[in-house]
Structure formats: C-alpha cells, structure tokens
C-alpha cells in the first residue's frame, strides 16, 4: 500500500481503502453503519432525501462512535420544464400508456432528485461529516465556500481528465474517477459526450498522472483483486457500489435483487431513458425499445415522472420492464451477505499485500 493511500486512510480513520459509494434510493444510514464498522468509510446519499431525512440518517450515524462519514449530493441545475419535449416522451411512452390502460394526464410529479442547496448547506453545518462529495460537478462558490468551513474534505467526480483537471481548479481535496464500468449515473459535468468516456483502468493512472489529487477509483470494483489493481494503478481507496446492492442493508427492490442475481446483470448498458442523464442499468425491455440512449428522454431529472405509472404497473405484474435496474458491469461482487462481509471480502488481498 503506498504512503498516500496511509495518509488518505489515516486522515480519515479507516482501517482499509474503501469507500461505500453512495447509493440515492438504495441506503440510508444503515449501510453506512454495517461498512463504516468493518473499517470503510459509509456514505450517505442527499438526493432523494429531504433535509429532514437526511440529518436523521447522519445522526444515526453519528451515534455510532468512531464512524467518518461521507455525505454526498448532486449538484445539477435544475432546468425549466421544456413542455414540447415532455409531450414528445409521452407521445413515445403512448403505446405503453396503452397497453397499461394509464391515463397520462392524471401523472402527478414524482419524488425529485434534489441539488444540493441552502437547506442541505445547514444540514453540513450541523452534522459536520468529515467528506461532503458531490456528482455532477460542484455546486455555487458560495455553497462550496459553506462546506469548506465546516473543514469537511471536498470530493467530487471526474469522468474524464478535463473534469479532474477542473475539479483541482476549484479546490477539491480529491477526485473520484469513475470508469465506465460504473453503475448508476454517471458524474460527467463538462460534457453530454458519452463516447468521451474512459474505462476504470484507463482513466485512473490518466487521472493520477495529470493532477496532484488522491485520486479515489470506482467502477467494476468487486473483489479484493479489483482494490489490489486500483491501489497499483495509483489510486489511494476503491469505490464500490454495486456489490452492495445485495446486502440486507441496502433497499434494493425484490425485483431489481432478482436481476441482479442472475444472468440478466451480464447486461448492462448507460441509458437516459429513466431520468434524463445516461446512468449504468441493467439492460429491459424500455432500453430495448426505445434506446438505451434516446433523444426523447427529458432533461434529468425530469424524465422519472412520465414513466413511473408504467414502472408500477410493471411491477406489480412481476416484471422490472420499465423500472431502473442500475447495475454496474462487474455484478460477480454483489452477494446476499451482511454488508461488512463485503468490506472484507474487498479488503483481503489489499491488506496482505
Ligand atoms: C444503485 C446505484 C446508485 C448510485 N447513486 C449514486 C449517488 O447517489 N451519488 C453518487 O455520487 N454516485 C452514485 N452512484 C455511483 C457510485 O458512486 C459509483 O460511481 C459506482 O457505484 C462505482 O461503480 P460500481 O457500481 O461498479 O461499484 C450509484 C451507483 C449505483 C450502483
């Protein structure tokens, strides 16, 4: 292990180079907890949390002694509602609508996902997590300039050089380089480009190489030889998501579990269809349809709305046709095991080496 990566763990309190990715609409502090004692350090996701939510969930942290922990926020812009282009998605979901018998003019909003704003800056300021990270770039300098304050570390993605190249422009104190691999949304914020982006093995020693950062790898990362791999290439901790999605801890759907467990996770593919920015799922009917990517979709995250009478339907017939099934491509890693189970399944080898 080299002496950064020490460093990063050290500074932090951990005992081996992990982090849980943070997972909106999946976990809350309970996996934070299970990860944060196995010595990795938990993260709560804001964006699908109310202020409210989200200072319960990292006070039930807190209340654990010992536990660093990372809060993580989406920083889009919100962009006004582009009614040509919404009637345009209803018009293609139509024949959906139709086979559900769902009335598309009785679709009321769905739950957003929230940038990081006023009311989720005083949350920080309360709970003081000691890593505050952000997709999707950063936020305002007036909101960055709040959480430095509270003397919080400041991470954010990078999908590209260029994105860590600004991300060290603007002060962060590490970068996270999400491969292609990845699931879930992707962090790109200087471009839409999708053809821009670089596998885990090849954008982390770029991304080292070109920055002064701790440079944090995520994307495929599912067993001890993936952390082993990443630490070697440069990295100073592993970023892993979805082989926690199995775990007790986690909220994942029986549906999406079901997927995830079988052959369907060996197809994987980034779409835009299900909330207007591509993100890593694993490949359904919708995708096969009308996409993955499509031109349809309304900007994020607007594009939830439109489809989630036909994600219900779907689902309570059985099927996850029209739900989002994020998954990354390494799936092998996710096991119905308690969550601290996989933090030392993922630390073995890097501990020994
Ligand atoms: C179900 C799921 C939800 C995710 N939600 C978020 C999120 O809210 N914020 C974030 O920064 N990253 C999110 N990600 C991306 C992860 O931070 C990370 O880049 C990814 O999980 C790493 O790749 P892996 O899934 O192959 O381990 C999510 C990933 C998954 C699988």
Redesign the pocket.
């Known amino acids: 292990m080299s002496q950064a990566s020490r460093a990063f763990m050290d500074r932090l309190g951990l005992s081996v180079p992990i982090v849980q ?7 809350a502090s309970a996996l934070a907890i299970a990860v944060g004692g196995a010595g990795a350090l938990g ?1 709560l ?4 949390l109310t202020p409210q939510m989200l200072r319960d969930e990292a006070k039930a942290v807190r209340a654990q002694a010992g536990r660093p922990l990372n809060v ?3 920083c889009h812009q919100p962009a006004a509602v582009d009614e040509a282009r919404e009637q345009a998605w209803r018009a293609a979901l139509q024949p959906y609508y139709d086979e559900f018998g769902v009335d598309p003019r009785g679709i009321a909003a769905g739950p957003a ?1 929230l940038p990081f704003d006023d009311a989720a800056a005083a949350v920080v300021e309360e709970l003081r997590p000691e890593v505050v ?3 999707f770039g950063l936020p305002s300098p007036g909101l960055l300039e709040r959480v430095r304050r509270t003397a919080a570390q400041i991470w954010s ?1 990078a999908t590209t050089v260029d994105e860590a190249l600004w991300l060290e422009a603007h002060g962060v104190d590490a970068v ?1 380089a ?2 292609l ?7 790109m914020f200087l471009t839409d480009d999708i053809t821009t982006q670089l596998g ?1 093995m090849a954008l982390v020693p770029q991304v080292v190489a070109s920055t002064r950062l701790p440079v944090i790898a ?5 067993d001890a030889g993936g952390v082993a791999a990443a630490l070697r290439l440069g990295a100073v901790a ?8 199995l775990c007790p801890e986690v909220t ?1 759907s029986a549906l999406h579990r079901e997927a995830l467990a079988s052959e369907a996770a060996r197809h994987t593919a980034l779409t835009n269809l299900f909330t207007g920015r591509p ?2 799922g694993i490949f359904n009917r919708l995708m096969r349809e009308l996409g993955p990517m499509s031109d349809l979709s309304p900007v994020f995250p607007s594009a939830v709305t439109a489809l989630m009478p036909l994600r219900a339907a779907a689902e309570k017939a059985g099927h996850a046709d029209f739900s989002p099934l ?6 092998r ?1 996710a096991r119905r095991v308690p969550a601290a189970d996989i933090v030392r399944s993922l630390a073995t080898m890097s501990e020994s080496r």
């Open positions: 990715a943070p997972m909106a609409g999946f976990q993260s996701a804001g964006a699908l993580n926020f989406f996902r990270s952000f997709h993605t996270i999400q491969g691999e990845a699931g879930g949304h992707r962090g885990t995520a994307g495929g990362i599912a592993a970023q892993v998501g979805t082989a926690f999605l994942t993100a890593r994020w998954c990354g491509q390494n799936a890693g």
